[in-house]
Nanobody
Framework: QVQLVESGGGVMQAGDSLRLSCAASGHPFTSYAMGWFRQAPGKEREFVAALSWIGNRTHYAESVKNRFTISRDNTKNTLYLQMDSLKPEDTAVYYC?????????????????????WGQGTQVTVSS
């Protein structure tokens, strides 16, 4: 079992930066991939970014590429999502996820079904 707790959400202006955190516990932090998804009102939960536990490979949704950065601090058992140049369309509840599954394919982690554990979510609101 892996427990995930997100924090860092808030109300921002377009162009601002924000960093989300996800504290993980329950299993050695370096043995699973981690990622971020988001869900806007009335929409499906969508993939944002992933970080594999082998080789620390990253993958991003096209909508956030070059604006968001996913990283992990293994000494703190924490995953981060640095969000720069925020846009109103980034408004959503952001969820942290973890999985023991591994694949070298870049789009493997974009599917919700590949993820085993989820946090409770943190709200990010971006006004124009």
């Amino acid at each position: 079992q892996v427990q995930l707790v997100e924090s860092g959400g808030g109300v921002m202006q377009a162009g601002d930066s924000l960093r989300l955190s996800c504290a993980a516990s329950g299993h050695p932090f370096t043995s699973y991939a981690m990622g971020w998804f988001r869900q806007a009102p009335g929409k499906e939960r969508e993939f944002v970014a992933a970080l594999s536990w082998i080789g620390n490979r990253t993958h991003y949704a096209e909508s956030v590429k070059n604006r968001f950065t996913i990283s992990r601090d293994n000494t703190k058992n924490t995953l981060y999502l640095q969000m720069d140049s925020l846009k109103p369309e980034d408004t959503a509840v952001y969820y942290c996820a973890a999985t023991f599954k591994y694949s070298p394919e870049s789009d493997y982690y974009t599917y919700r079904s590949r993820w085993d554990y989820w946090g409770q979510g943190t709200q990010v609101t971006v006004s124009s």
